[in-house]
């Protein structure tokens, strides 16, 4: 079998990828080892792993016919977030109205987002097999892949699109650099005894954030950050105890937590490929870098690399059809979004610093100078209109107009 393009992972990143390229005209293959279930039913109980998309990322999946799918299943908009340290007297509050805009953003779940990507997938020309890479080697014109079934493929150009453990990236032998936090996230949707008011809220403690992330009037998806060595526990809790537990870690700012659903926990390491890019090979999402998921961002960089990976081939092969897979090509996506990645990992070592310090200039800051900041409207509002339209150069397809 021979390719263009082989994507290796079609979760939310990978299935982007995919289809943007085969939209611009590529002959795409989607190698995915676990195909999603596309059935859908209103009734479904919410699933642990939601992620809050930025007006870029919404650009972005309209651009790529996919947001009607989210829409059609379900998404919750907010319109406020709310952030405080526990020592310190108040809070800074970010409002959509401020910034003249009707939300600031989307909370959905991840499967929700994988699965609006993947119908008009199912309907594009990709060619989608349920199958995993085995081995890879370079050729002149490509990359020989062995998938696991047995199967060989051909391919000009293999897109890493298959998460933090990417099996593309140790077969390219790219190394990684890695801090690892010590800390896991708790995930999982909760019924509290106040509303949340369409917002998300985030509280500081020494120990590490915990959020409530709005779904829906009184339900919101949690994200209890821990110690390492408390992971288990949190999860060994029955339905009662960890009602009690989230209760507490949240100091019942939206009162108690009435109901639990499913939950899961996920250690939190920052990742960063050393490069994204091999011969006729290249990296994006969370295969080329994972950060602390305290800001949300995770999933918005990825697809901005999606997007700009898309434009930068696209361009290529208008303007040098012959080397539109070659490594001075994949570069410039490299230049594009390296920069961008590694500053939003840095500003959340950042944010990390400044909330969990308890000595030096952290406490200061956090609890004299930052409760000021919400007085600082200007401010406030930049940093609002970076999360949620992006910074520097945009893809085209994350910007408005262009869906
Ligand atoms: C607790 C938590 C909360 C988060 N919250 C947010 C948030 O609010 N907003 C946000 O933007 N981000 C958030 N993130 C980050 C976000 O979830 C990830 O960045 C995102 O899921 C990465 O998507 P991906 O497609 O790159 O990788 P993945 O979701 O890991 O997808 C990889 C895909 O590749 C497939 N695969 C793997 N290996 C192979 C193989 N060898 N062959 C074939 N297929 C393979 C897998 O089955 C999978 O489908 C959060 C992360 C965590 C841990």
């Known amino acids: ?126 060619r989608v097999l ?16 062995r998938l696991s079934s047995g199967k060989r493929l051909h391919a000009s150009l293999v897109v890493g699109a298959d998460g933090a453990f990417s099996s593309v990236r140790q077969l390219a032998g790219i190394g990684l650099d890695t801090h690892d936090y010590a800390q896991a996230a708790v995930v999982g949707c909760v019924k509290t005894e106040k509303p949340n008011q369409d917002a998300c809220w985030q509280r500081y403690q020494h120990t590490g954030p915990f959020a409530f992330l709005t779904l829906g009037s009184y339900l919101s998806s949690i994200a209890w950050y821990l110690p390492l060595e408390q992971k288990d526990w949190a999860l ?21 937590v009435m109901e639990v659903g499913e939950r899961a926990a996920f250690p939190l390491v ?22 602390h998921p305290q800001a949300g961002q995770g999933v918005n960089l990825g697809l901005l690399d999606a997007a700009a990976l898309a ?20 570069r410039r996506y490299e230049r594009w979004r390296r920069g961008d990645n590694q500053l ?8 990390d610093w400044l909330y969990t310090q308890q000595g030096g200039l952290a ?4 609890t004299q100078v930052l409760p000021q900041a919400d007085r600082l409207d200007f401010v406030k509002q930049w940093l609002m209109q970076q999360a949620l339209h992006g910074r520097g150069r945009l893809p085209k397809a994350c910007q408005a107009g262009h869906s």
Request: proline residues 4%; negative net charge; glycine residues 6%.
């Open 130 to 145: 349920s199958d995993s890479v085995s081995a890879m080697e370079a050729t002149k014109t490509g990359r020989e892949v």
């Open 236 to 256: 060994s809790l029955n339905d009662r105890d960890f009602a009690q537990a989230v209760s507490q870690a949240s100091n019942g700012f939206l009162g108690d």
């Open 1 to 126: 079998m021979r390719t263009e393009v082989l994507v290796v992972g079609g979760g939310m990143v990978g299935a982007a990828t995919a289809l943007a390229l085969s939209q611009a005209g590529f002959e795409v293959t989607l190698l995915e080892k676990q195909p999603p279930d596309l059935s859908w039913s209103a009734e479904r109980a919410y699933q642990p792993r939601v992620s809050a998309l930025t007006r870029a990322s919404e650009y972005f999946l309209k651009s790529l016919g996919a947001w009607q799918g989210i829409e059609k299943r379900r998404s919750q908009a907010f319109t406020a977030m709310h952030v405080w340290a526990e020592d310190a007297p108040n809070r800074i509050d970010l409002t959509a109205d401020a910034l003249g805009e009707a939300n600031l953003g989307h909370v959905v779940e991840n499967s929700v987002v994988q699965a609006a990507l993947w119908e008009p997938l199912m309907a594009s020309p990709v």
């Open 344 to 351: 939003v990992q840095r500003a959340m070592e950042g944010v």
């Open 311 to 330: 434009e930068v081939l696209v361009e290529a092969r208008q303007a040098e059809p012959e080397t539109w897979c070659r490594r001075h090509v994949l």
């Open 363 to 366: 406490k200061p800051l956090r």
């Open 270 to 291: 920052r990742r960063h490929a050393q490069t994204y890019v091999r011969p006729h090979l290249v990296l994006v999402g969370d295969a080329a870098h994972t950060i």
